[in-house]
């Protein structure tokens, strides 16, 4: 909260326009779109309604299939030579870039899930399936950038198997 001169209205103010568009995107399912998901995520960190905010963007993004994005990356990666990764066509390039950021929403919603999830004592809602470390590949993607280092190292803790404290 940011105090003004005039005893904090202005934070009252633009609080409450927040709590009235986020609720305008939550309602109505034509602004289903990543960047609403990536505003409420952002909201989510600093709202004492996290759970709430974070479960809403969850919905989104599933309905926006952001889930599948990263695989559907590495599947196009896959099929692709090395050397020719940089000479794409204009419009594939596009399409994996616009991959990249479904792929970097999805595991940024997945990180912040993970971190409120474990922070309230409570174990993850969501699990990613498959290979973890398999995210590392993308940073070799020319729409990679240096925050993807960090993302997918959050990523991979996130995927840290349970250890069974009886054992040792």
């Known amino acids: 909260m940011v105090e003004t001169r005039s005893g904090g209205s202005m934070s009252d103010i633009l609080h409450a ?6 609720n305008v995107i939550i309602q109505n399912k034509e602004l289903n779109c990543l960047e ?6 952002v909201v989510a ?21 952001l889930h599948e ?4 990356l590495i599947q196009r990666l896959a099929l692709q030579n090395e050397d020719m990764a940089y000479a794409l066509p204009h419009q594939m390039f596009e399409e994996e870039r616009t991959l990249m950021w479904n792929a970097r929403t999805w595991f ?11 922070d309230g004592g409570k ?10 470390r398999r995210c590392r590949v993308l940073l070799s993607h020319p729409s990679s950038t240096i925050l993807d280092l960090r993302l997918f190292s959050q990523v991979e803790v996130c995927r840290v198997p ?6 040792y």
């Open 17 to 22: 326009e927040l709590k009235k568009w986020i």
């Open 36 to 41: 609403s998901v990536q505003a409420m995520l």
């Open 162 to 167: 349970k250890i069974d404290s009886e054992k």
């Open 108 to 118: 940024g919603l997945l990180v912040l899930e993970h971190i409120f999830r474990v």
């Open 45 to 65: 960190c600093y709202s004492s309604e996290r759970s709430l905010i974070l479960s809403f963007a969850t919905r989104m993004a599933l309905d926006l299939q």
């Open 69 to 72: 994005a990263f695989d559907e």
């Open 123 to 132: 174990p993850p809602g969501i699990r990613l399936k498959g290979n973890a």
